[in-house]
């Protein structure tokens, strides 16, 4: 699903890669792990176009991820970014906002499907009306998840997503992403929910080898 | 009623006037002798030129000699408008440029032809005289719409990529900093409108009374020189974002870091 081929990116004139190969099959769960300065949300970065690598190729479904196909890349891809200040938007516009983005109109935004995800969310159905920056960390956390499953994506990157949540939903949410077949979920944390999840393949960015 | 002419006689006692702010500046040490003289002088010098340029210009009325004029002013604008930029000059220049003559070239040329319904368009009384009135209102405007777009965007660059991650075109995720920076950019002028002839008598109606026409006359002139400053305004302003884009962005959609003079000071 998503292939990371020789790649070499610099930072600053530091180097973060220097050919790095890395394949994440299709129904993968897996989990990104190491310190912070090794590279791990540039791994996002790179499959979502935000960097280009100096060399080597990143593959998405098959295809090199270049100047026209990273539009589609972004269109089938849910990313999950560490707490983002969105602005001034209540909860409600905000998913207002991201559903009206050309490329989502077909998909559901309705308020069942809303109401149904803040339920399992934990999330009370009055934090609709409040503004984004009034909420708490894992409120915020939860409110991106939220959206993420509601852009229907089959693969997801999650950049530190249970970090701010209590032990319950930790689980819970790790669980969500886990259990489905059909998903393709890269994940960056470092809570044990995914760590020692059996279904969880460890990629070790310290020792750029999977952890056995 | 024709205006009293100011002998050179007389301007010597306005200049005598500046004796004011000289012994007050060394009374109190201001050191503001020097930069304010300095200034002064300039200033006659370039009046006194410019005015028997604009002698010259209006006895010609030559259309050709006009609209180079006009481009000449336009130019020197864009330029020192662009120095108070935080972008690098070759990454804007012609955009603000090209926007900002085809938006003054615009409005002058409707206001000639169908509000004042000159025989002559290229008259050098209207269209020296509302170009200089339009460039100098609206160019502050467009440089801190442009300002605004860029940096906003920059300090807001996480949000920026989250937004295009959801699906959003590049055009999609920018337009909320667009519809911030144009307001911006409107702001004081439509402000300005609101007070006029309240708080300020504008320069335009302060010279259009005092060349000899009726205050009825200059209420006319002065609302369709506001809203021509508007207009012009918003086209300027929508123009160079829109042109400037195709440089500032990557072809990923991503702003380009190189665009700022100075990227950690944005």
Same mark, same amino acid.
């Given at each position: 699903?998503?292939?990371?081929?020789?790649?070499?990116?610099?930072?600053?004139?530091?180097?973060?890669?220097?050919?790095?190969?890395?394949?994440?099959?299709?129904?993968?769960?897996?989990?990104?792990?190491?310190?912070?300065?090794?590279?791990?949300?540039?791994?996002?970065?790179?499959?979502?176009?935000f960097?280009?690598?100096?060399?080597?190729?990143?593959?998405?479904?098959?295809?090199?991820?270049?100047?026209?196909?990273?539009?589609?890349?972004?269109?089938?891809?849910?990313?999950?970014?560490?707490?983002v200040?969105i602005g001034?938007?209540?909860?409600?516009?905000?998913?207002?906002?991201?559903?009206?983005?050309?490329?989502?109109?077909?998909?559901?935004?309705?308020?069942?499907?809303?109401?149904?995800?803040?339920?399992?969310?934990?999330?009370?159905?009055?934090?609709?009306?409040?503004?984004?920056?009034?909420?708490?960390?894992?409120?915020?956390?939860?409110?991106?998840?939220?959206?993420?499953?509601?852009?229907?994506?089959?693969?997801?990157?999650?950049?530190?997503?249970?970090?701010?949540?209590?032990?319950?939903?930790?689980?819970?949410?790790?669980?969500?992403?886990?259990?489905?077949?059909?998903?393709?979920?890269?994940?960056?944390?470092?809570?044990?929910?995914?760590?020692?999840?059996?279904?969880?393949?460890?990629?070790?960015?310290?020792?750029?080898?999977?952890?056995? | 009623?024709?205006?009293?002419?100011?002998?050179?006689?007389?301007?010597?006692?306005?200049?005598?006037?500046?004796?004011?702010?000289? /012994?007050?500046?060394?009374? $109190?040490?201001?050191? !503001?002798?020097?930069? +304010? %003289?300095?200034?002064?002088? =300039?200033?006659? #010098?370039?009046?006194?030129?410019?005015?028997?340029?604009?002698?010259?210009?209006?006895?010609?009325?030559?259309?050709?000699?006009?609209?180079?004029?006009?481009?000449?002013?336009?130019?020197?604008?864009?330029?020192?408008?662009?120095?108070?930029?935080?972008?690098?000059?070759?990454?804007?220049?012609?955009?603000?440029?090209?926007?900002?003559?085809?938006?003054?070239?615009?409005?002058?040329?409707?206001?000639?032809?169908?509000?004042?319904?000159?025989?002559? /368009?290229?008259?050098?009384? $209207?269209?020296?005289? !509302?170009?200089?009135? +339009? %460039?100098?209102?609206?160019? =502050?405007?467009? #440089?801190?719409?442009?300002?605004?777009?860029y940096?906003s965007l920059w300090k807001d660059a996480k949000k920026y990529l989250y937004v295009l991650s959801l699906?959003a075109?590049c055009?999609e995720a920018a337009r909320p900093y667009?519809?911030?920076?144009?307001?911006?950019?409107?702001?004081?002028?439509?402000?300005?409108?609101?007070?006029?002839?309240?708080?300020?008598?504008?320069?335009?109606?302060?010279?259009?009374?005092?060349?000899?026409?009726?205050?009825?006359?200059? /209420?006319?002139?002065?609302?369709?020189?506001?809203?021509?400053?508007?207009?012009?305004?918003?086209?300027?302003?929508?123009?160079? #974002?829109?042109?400037?884009?195709?440089?500032?962005f990557?072809?990923?959609g991503i702003l380009?870091?190189?665009?700022?003079?100075?990227?950690?000071?944005?």
């Amino acid at each position: 699903m998503i292939k990371y081929n020789k790649i070499k990116l610099d930072f600053d004139d530091r180097a973060i890669f220097n050919d790095f190969s890395l394949e994440i099959v299709k129904g993968e769960k897996v989990v990104l792990l190491g310190k912070s300065g090794l590279g791990k949300s540039s791994l996002f970065g790179l499959i979502l176009g935000f960097i280009q690598p100096k060399s080597g190729k990143v593959l998405f479904d098959g295809a090199p991820v270049d100047e026209h196909t990273i539009w589609h890349v972004r269109q089938n891809v849910a990313f999950v970014d560490q707490d983002v200040s969105i602005g001034d938007y209540k909860v409600s516009d905000w998913f207002s906002f991201v559903a009206g983005i050309k490329s989502n109109h077909s998909l559901n935004f309705g308020e069942e499907r809303v109401n149904e995800l803040m339920d399992f969310f934990e999330l009370s159905h009055d934090l609709l009306d409040k503004d984004i920056s009034a909420l708490s960390g894992g409120e915020r956390q939860r409110v991106a998840i939220i959206v993420s499953v509601l852009l229907s994506r089959r693969v997801f990157l999650l950049d530190e997503v249970t970090s701010a949540l209590d032990k319950n939903l930790k689980k819970k949410t790790a669980d969500f992403f886990i259990g489905r077949e059909d998903w393709t979920v890269v994940s960056i944390s470092h809570d044990a929910v995914w760590l020692d999840n059996p279904n969880v393949k460890v990629f070790d960015l310290e020792k750029k080898a999977w952890k056995q | 009623m024709e205006t009293i002419d100011i002998s050179v006689y007389s301007l010597l006692l306005v200049f005598l006037l500046l004796a004011v702010p000289v /012994i007050l500046s060394w009374v $109190y040490r201001l050191g !503001l002798i020097k930069p +304010l %003289l300095t200034s002064a002088g =300039r200033m006659t #010098i370039q009046l006194v030129l410019i005015g028997i340029f604009l002698k010259y210009l209006f006895l010609w009325n030559n259309a050709l000699i006009n609209f180079l004029w006009l481009v000449v002013m336009i130019l020197v604008a864009v330029f020192s408008a662009i120095r108070g930029s935080s972008m690098k000059p070759g990454k804007i220049l012609v955009p603000v440029f090209v926007s900002f003559a085809f938006a003054t070239f615009a409005v002058i040329f409707y206001v000639n032809i169908f509000v004042i319904r000159l025989d002559h /368009i290229f008259d050098a009384r $209207y269209l020296i005289v !509302l170009g200089g009135m +339009l %460039l100098g209102n609206s160019l =502050r405007g467009n #440089i801190v719409g442009i300002d605004t777009f860029y940096k906003s965007l920059w300090k807001d660059a996480k949000k920026y990529l989250y937004v295009l991650s959801l699906g959003a075109t590049c055009h999609e995720a920018a337009r909320p900093y667009m519809k911030e920076s144009i307001r911006l950019a409107l702001k004081p002028t439509i402000a300005s409108m609101a007070t006029i002839g309240i708080v300020a008598l504008p320069g335009m109606m302060t010279g259009v009374i005092l060349g000899g026409a009726s205050p009825e006359v200059a /209420i006319k002139y002065q609302i369709m020189i506001m809203i021509s400053i508007v207009v012009s305004t918003i086209i300027s302003v929508l123009l160079t #974002i829109l042109m400037t884009s195709r440089a500032c962005f990557t072809k990923y959609g991503i702003l380009r870091s190189d665009i700022f003079l100075n990227k950690n000071n944005v």
